[in-house]
């Protein structure tokens, strides 16, 4: 039996709150990241990002002694008996397909370390990659830098993951199934065997494992997350036709439908768009990955592009209001791409943000978790924006508000709030947060999907 029962390789979002958990459940632990400033965090119990829960349960397991980081990839593979590879599998930014390049190099780095290794050790894909990866990528990776056999000194499986940004810690510790990839009978087993202790009377009607091809797992990752954002593009774009005509809400729209036991409630919500790093990677990689292959995925690529509208039609409603943004005050409400997160890897506030200086405004900027993290994404995109750290602080004098993010303390404002703070009281709801009718009798006002007559 080996120090601990499983290595990570990856510490960011999907790792981190992975190793955490398990380690929450009394598994200990080791995972291995190569920035050392985010391994000594990590070791001190502090999370190197935001995410709701993490930091007091990565303070436990630390102190526990069930949680270690290593900046050695061999070290974290050589003193486990499972090794779950969770890197990047961002987009190339010329032709939106996948990057593989983290991927490779922990295939490589994990082989290299099973070379020096005698025991059976199974190795678990859990990033998000395009059909044939794990197979012919990862374990040719394995077998040739080891010199060892997969299905009889290593084994292999891709376990996809659904956790969701803002309740990644709930989604792990009660998902609703477990999609294993088995290369062989035995990598399957063994994973499952992990899983049914881990997650113990969970497993059942409510959560089933469900084993398959290590191919068939792949692309359940990629079907699962266009199915989703589908859906909210999908309501987008009726909250769109909503609008064209006075009275109509798109909320009871999405009601109606939602109440429907063959679609549900669930990613019907209309706002200005999806964003975070699952949603635009994966759709693009997907529809990228077809193409190479002779098929265009059209209905995935409308997708897409009507996500990508939707940001700016924030700006399109606020234009009603003000008339023009040359020489206005934008307010931003919210700049993480949801609540729960301080994630803004594609977030609308970028895409609203840049549109409104382009049309000649000022920018400022409010989030209560996200003010570090935006500051980065911004200078990336090089937009002007001033941040500040309360929301009567961004709402002060300026001529419009957009809500970009429905966090908590966003929901109890009232309109005499806008009244009291802005040069302009004026307020478009890009999360459908506020009570139309009570916003747009004393302020000028716009919602998402609500012609209001």
Not at 224 to 240: P, V
Not at 375 to 393: H, N, R
Request: one cysteine or more; glycine letters at 8%; aromatic letters at 8%.
């Amino acid at each position: 039996m080996s120090e601990y029962e499983i290595s990570i390789v990856g510490t960011g979002f999907v790792g981190l709150v992975t190793a955490v958990c398990f380690a929450d459940r009394g598994i200990k632990t080791i995972c291995s990241t190569r920035n050392e400033k985010n391994a000594e965090l990590i070791n001190q119990g502090i999370p190197p990002f935001f995410e709701n829960g993490l930091a007091e349960l990565l303070k436990k397991v630390v102190d526990e002694g069930n949680l270690v980081c290593v900046t050695s990839r061999e070290e974290a593979v050589l003193k486990s008996d499972v090794t779950l590879i969770i890197v990047g599998t961002p987009f190339n930014h010329i032709d939106k397909s996948i990057n593989l390049d983290y991927m490779k190099q922990a295939g490589t780095d994990i082989g290299k370390a099973l070379a020096k290794k005698d025991d059976y050790h199974l190795v678990a894909v859990r990033s998000t990659v395009v059909p044939g990866t794990s197979r012919n990528m990862v374990g040719k990776e394995l077998t040739e830098l080891s010199g060892k056999e997969l299905g009889k000194d290593i084994g292999l499986v891709m376990q996809p993951e659904f956790l969701a940004e803002g309740r990644s810690i709930e989604d792990t510790f009660w998902p609703d199934r477990i999609v294993i990839g088995e290369y062989d009978e035995r990598s399957g087993e063994t994973l499952q065997k992990l899983y049914e202790r881990f997650y113990g009377d969970h497993i059942g009607e409510n959560c089933p494992i469900i084993r398959m091809n290590i191919e068939s797992a792949e692309l359940v990752k990629y079907a699962n997350n266009s199915f989703l954002a589908t859906k909210i593009s999908f309501i987008n774009e009726i909250s769109r036709i909503a609008e064209l005509v006075p009275g109509v809400d798109v909320g009871k729209v999405s009601n109606g439908i939602g109440l429907d036991y063959r679609i549900n409630h669930r990613f019907l919500n209309s706002g200005v768009g999806w964003g975070g790093s699952c949603f635009p990677k994966d759709l693009n990689a997907i529809v990228a990955f077809s193409r190479s292959k002779g098929l265009e995925a059209k209905l995935i690529q409308s997708a897409i592009d009507v996500n990508d509208d939707q940001a700016l039609h924030a700006i399109e409603l606020a234009e009603e209001l003000l008339g023009s943004f040359n020489g206005k005050t934008i307010a931003l409400l919210g700049l993480a791409f949801k609540p729960g997160t301080d994630d803004m890897r594609y977030a609308p506030s970028r895409r609203i943000a840049s549109k409104a200086v382009s049309l000649g405004a000022k920018v400022k900027g409010y989030d209560p978790k996200a003010k570090e993290s935006a500051e980065e994404a911004f200078g990336q995109d090089g937009t002007e924006i001033v941040f500040v750290d309360s929301v009567e602080e961004v709402v002060k004098d300026t001529d419009c508000a957009i809500v970009c993010a429905e966090w908590d303390e966003f929901l109890e404002l009232k309109p005499e709030f806008f009244i009291n703070n802005m040069r302009t009281p004026c307020v478009v709801d890009g999360r459908r947060i506020y009570d139309a009718l009570e916003f747009s009798k004393q302020l000028k006002y716009r919602i998402i999907g609500h012609k209001l007559e």
